[in-house]
């Protein structure tokens, strides 16, 4: 049997233990899952606790409690932890040590040999305090690995051709980006930017603060006031920012928070995703400008990249994964978990450190999007049938999801009064439904009688057998309808040629629908290809700022263009409303934008009369 290394994420809020298993990179199991807390504490009878008790210890009794240990790395500092201290190279060593004796309870046989990760930007100091945690931890560290670097060897163990990668690394609380380049077997970091004091902590932070002043506002009580009170709050925004990576809309609830005058008080807030996006823009904002900055400092733009890569729990939020794509114009890579995505290249090099063959990552992800058709307009006719377009496709599972998976949107009715709606499920990459596959259809009746814009949440359920379950729900009653259908993952991605589908046909069994559901109103149809029927279909929520960015970007071309032609003294005028113009709509201040809107319409309207 050959010596056993493993690799190590000492992450500054989780921290992960993995090793090679077949070949192939596997994460172990060490609280209840294969994440570890970074937090150390002592309990009121002086025990030591290490990870998720730690952490719950935290906010009631931070003085017997350390966490975020990681940022004094390399410092001559002590940490206080309740009559005693420790240096910082202790306190790791004890989430090192806590790693190690429960890899070698899962194992049976002892784990003396260790790669341990760190940021890019440690310098040596940082690098040796890592080193020392470890040995006193007693594990005989063969190599510190930069943390960029493991999350692409994840990704791509062989990197034979000239690579570059971008990694997106926001965890919990810090941010890095990392330009890394591969060839032939040598990995180099050309650039790497960050801040060590953002990340999801801050938007737990922010989600928590929200949630707070709501209740405050309605009961006249101060959750933060209260430690107990706080720290619940706290583990339920939490749950609820995870739960909103998924879903559109959560619900926060916790039973006897508080209490006013003797009367128990209990928390019920429903937020939206995108009421937690408001929250954290500003955040996710700067963390695009490192990004710009990580591309300059390695002189490359956008283009140069071959991949993306995401690192870290919070870049499981849907609006960091559509920003980066936005800007970098290139789809990102999660399917390997962010969250254990370091670890798991650490495990990497730890094989190749030890001459094992290793094969790529296995996991299972959906190869085809799967959403619903629905009613889109076009951005200059907002309010008119002039610009509809009936076969928009909206998705919900996007290709390469991890499996299981579990998606929701919000829609909303078209018409006044909108009695019925249309629920026709596509497969494929195409905006167009009509160039996407057709998997089944089912009707929700009976939505109540009011003005357009009822909301209807759909969510898509994807189990690794490939059966997919659709659900449609009125949020406003909870009236819901759902289909089940088994094959989803093996029906093909392309029916375009009546031809084709009919040899498809053939060959291929069609969709088994699965009614045995008994929890709701179930309904099936055998799967076609064309949008069928005239019933009305759901058009997408818009989102706050939707129609004054339209108006905006459209009142900019024309400034531009007008621009061109103006007199001095008109074209001051037109730069110093412009710049107030771009200034609301990057910072989505919705009310400036449209007073700035009004005004430089009004300019437009005097130039284009001069």
């Given at each position: ?11 500054t ?13 596997v ?15 002592l ?32 410092q ?10 420790f ?13 190690k004796?429960?890899a ?5 046989r ?13 310098n040596d ?8 945690a ?23 163990p ?46 737990d932070d ?7 002043e ?8 101060d ?7 706080k ?8 749950d ?21 005058e003797g ?8 937020i ?12 996710i ?14 002189s ?19 609006l960091?994964?559509e920003?980066?794509?936005?800007r ?37 992800v959906?190869?085809h ?15 008119s ?10 998705p ?20 006044d ?28 009746e009976?939505l ?22 659709v659900?449609a729900?009125?949020k ?7 289909m ?23 060959f291929?069994p ?29 058009i ?21 263009k ?35 809107c ?13």
């Amino acid at each position: 049997m050959s010596e056993l290394i493993v690799g190590i994420d000492l992450g500054t809020t989780n921290s992960e233990i993995a090793l090679l298993r077949d070949g192939h990179p596997v994460v172990l199991d060490v609280d209840d899952g294969p994440i570890l807390p970074s937090v150390v504490g002592l309990a009121d009878d002086g025990r030591l606790l290490v990870g998720r008790p730690a952490r719950n210890q935290w906010v009631l009794a931070p003085e017997r409690t350390v966490k975020s240990v990681k940022r004094l790395m390399g410092q001559a500092v002590s940490v206080r932890m309740g009559d005693q201290e420790f240096s910082p190279q202790e306190i790791s060593a004890m989430i090192l040590r806590t790693l190690k004796e429960r890899a070698e309870q899962q194992l049976s046989r002892p784990v003396r040999k260790a790669v341990i990760t760190v940021p890019a930007f440690f310098n040596d100091t940082q690098r040796q305090a890592t080193v020392e945690a470890g040995r006193i931890a007693g594990l005989d560290v063969v190599r510190i690995l930069n943390e960029p670097t493991a999350a692409s060897l994840c990704y791509d163990p062989k990197h034979r051709e000239l690579r570059r990668t971008l990694v997106y690394d926001l965890g919990g609380g810090t941010f890095d980006v990392s330009i890394v380049q591969a060839q032939d077997g040598v990995i180099e970091v050309l650039a790497s930017h960050g801040d060590t004091h953002l990340g999801g902590d801050d938007f737990d932070d922010a989600l928590m603060r929200y949630v707070a002043e709501q209740f405050r506002e309605r009961h006249g009580v101060d959750l933060l006031a209260s430690a107990g009170s706080k720290a619940r709050l706290l583990r339920a925004v939490e749950d609820a920012k995870k739960r909103l990576s998924d879903h559109a809309v959560t619900v926060i609830e916790e039973d006897f928070i508080a209490e006013k005058e003797g009367v128990p008080l209990h928390l019920k807030v429903e937020i939206s995703r995108h009421e937690f996006e408001c929250l954290i823009h500003d955040a996710i904002e700067r963390t695009m400008m490192h990004v710009e900055r990580a591309l300059a400092d390695a002189s490359l733009t956008p283009r140069h990249l071959d991949r993306v890569v995401l690192v870290g729990g919070s870049t499981r939020i849907p609006l960091v994964q559509e920003m980066l794509s936005d800007r970098l114009g290139m789809p990102v890579h999660g399917e390997v978990r962010p969250e254990l995505v370091v670890a798991m290249g650490a495990a990497v090099q730890a094989a190749l450190i030890g001459g094992e063959e290793v094969g790529a990552v296995l996991v299972d992800v959906t190869p085809h999007s799967l959403g619903i058709r629905c009613i889109d307009f076009d951005d200059e006719d907002l309010d008119s049938d002039s610009g509809r377009f009936d076969y928009r496709f909206a998705p919900i599972i996007r290709r390469n999801t991890p499996l299981p998976a579990s998606r929701s949107e919000i829609f909303q009715t078209v018409v006044d009064r909108q009695p019925i709606v249309q629920i026709d499920v596509y497969q494929g990459e195409s905006s167009d439904v009509r160039f996407n596959h057709r998997v089944g259809t089912f009707v929700v009746e009976g939505l109540s009688p009011v003005p357009a814009g009822n909301q209807v949440i759909v969510q898509m359920d994807l189990d690794l057998n490939g059966m997919l379950r659709v659900s449609a729900r009125e949020k406003a009653t909870g009236l819901q309808k759902a289909m089940t259908i088994r094959n989803a993952l093996t029906r093909p991605r392309e029916a375009i040629e009546a031809s084709a589908q009919r040899v498809d046909r053939l060959f291929l069994p069609p969709p088994i629908i699965d009614d045995t559901l008994a929890d709701d109103d179930e309904s099936s149809l055998d799967a076609v290809d064309e949008p069928a029927g005239e019933l009305p279909v759901l058009i997408p929520a818009p989102r706050e700022g939707q129609r004054e960015s339209v108006q905006a970007k459209a009142l900019l071309e024309k400034a531009e263009k007008l621009r061109l032609h103006a007199a001095a003294e008109d074209r001051d005028d037109l730069d110093r409303i412009m710049t107030r113009v771009r200034t609301a709509l990057t910072e989505r201040r919705w009310s400036d934008l449209t007073q700035a809107c009004e005004d430089l319409s009004d300019l437009l309207f005097y130039l284009d009369d001069a």
